[in-house]
């Protein structure tokens, strides 16, 4: 993470592995000692990672409700809720998604858009929310099989579809420009200007 002008945090995501959690974590105790006015989380090309993982960092952006949801063939439902405790729950929020970001960023993406917590700036996302599980096989090879889907919050389901950027902003730009982190920026400084009127 590093702290950009106009005292805005950005943290790129760049896999949710088992300890991306506890790092987003204190990256997150860190920017609150530096009173970040706002933040930017960057999950393009993050191609996902561990489920737990995700629900551990969502909910750090999260007062409370659900994640996601999976449905598996028989049609049984399995909810992740939010868990407490979260250490940036206010603080105004951006999400660089694209083309790239997939599984475990989509999760994340469609739970801080569903909840209304941050908009989506970028392209739309990938479109992998499947539930999968390995099976060895004696010939030392291994088959995956797909067992259920995940759903948004809101029931949005991502396998197939991706989510769509609240705003769309092609990649684009000569060199050192990044056009998605600029948006972002300007959002976050309008949003910030509003609030402490």
Request: glycine share 10%; no cysteine.
């Amino acid at each position: 993470w590093e702290m950009l002008p106009g005292n805005i945090a950005y943290i790129e995501i760049s896999t949710f592995a088992e300890n991306t959690d506890e790092a987003v974590a204190e990256a997150l105790r860190e920017i609150e000692m530096q009173d970040a006015e706002g933040m930017i989380l960057d999950v393009r090309n993050n191609l996902g990672g561990l489920l737990s993982t995700t629900v551990n960092t969502a909910s750090q952006f999260l007062k409370d409700g659900l994640v996601l949801y999976s449905v598996d063939g028989d049609g049984t439902r399995t909810d992740y809720e939010v868990k407490s405790g979260g250490l940036a729950l206010d603080i105004p929020l951006a999400l660089l998604v694209n083309q790239f970001s997939a599984s475990a960023s989509e999760v994340l993406s469609g739970a801080l858009q569903s909840h209304e917590r941050a908009i989506l700036i970028g392209t739309t996302t990938y479109g992998k929310g499947s539930v999968n599980i390995p099976k060895s096989l004696s010939n030392g090879a291994s088959l995956y099989f797909t067992i259920g889907r995940w759903y948004s919050p809101n029931g949005r389901l991502i396998e197939g579809e991706g989510l769509e950027p609240d705003v769309l902003v092609e990649t684009g730009g000569s060199g050192d420009e990044d056009p998605q982190l600029e948006m972002a920026l300007e959002y976050l400084n309008t949003q910030i200007a509003t609030t402490s009127r």
